[in-house]
């Protein structure tokens, strides 16, 4: 039987969408996420909740090797969102990633293009702990002076590669980090330095 989604699905899109925006526009300052949908595991709740919230028949998605192997999953999303699946990074739309250790490197998503760079790759990491005021040291845009966020797992060499893909600004992608009731966002626009 598939699993129901959100329960009230226009104020809890919603909410789930004020948080992410909130999260993006404010690198480094994790918000709630009341992620209410219980989808089939390993799908977490907030995953789940933004892909509801944000995706559509117009938006593919990539599945990390976890979520992939769930036939459950693709259903799941499949009927709540209409999102196509792809097996081909580069042209997702957005990608959910269960295992941030096994993260493939950020370089094989889409970056956009110059006079799209809105065309790349949102990816949306389900971590096991975000924390303020330690950790990875960010500025840029939408921060007052610096902000300190610990992320944990992260994928080998993060750092290295949100440098590149700052680099490459306008052009690059943006990331939502997801924990247990929180999101943070990380994008393309801020800096990222070990702590």
Do not use: K
């Not at 129901?4 to 789930?16: C, E, I, K, L, N």
């Not at 009927?79 to 950020?106: K, Q």
């Not at 992608?173 to 943070?184: F, H, K, M, S, W």
């Amino acid at each position: 039987m598939l699993a129901p989604g959100f329960a009230d699905p226009v104020h809890d899109a919603q909410g789930t969408f004020r948080a992410v925006m909130d999260a993006l526009a404010r690198p480094g300052l994790p918000q709630r996420l009341d992620a209410g949908p219980n989808p089939p595991a390993p799908l977490t709740p907030e995953l789940a909740a933004i892909a509801l919230a944000l995706t559509d028949a117009d938006t593919p998605v990539w599945l990390d090797a976890d979520l992939a192997a769930s036939s459950e999953v693709a259903a799941y999303l499949r009927f709540h969102t209409g999102a196509p699946l792809t097996e081909d990074p580069a042209r997702a739309a957005f990608a959910l990633i269960r295992d941030p250790a096994r993260c493939p490197p950020l370089a094989r998503f889409a970056q956009g293009t110059p006079a799209y760079p809105d065309t790349s790759t949102t990816l949306v990491l389900a971590l096991d702990a975000i924390a303020s005021e330690a950790g990875l040291r960010l500025i840029g845009p939408g921060i007052d002076g610096t902000a300190r966020i610990a992320l944990s797992p992260l994928p080998d060499s993060f750092v290295a590669q949100l440098a590149e893909n700052r680099a490459g600004f306008p052009l690059g992608v943006d990331l939502i980090l997801t924990a247990p009731g929180r999101v943070a966002g990380l994008p393309r626009s801020t800096a990222v330095t070990e702590g």
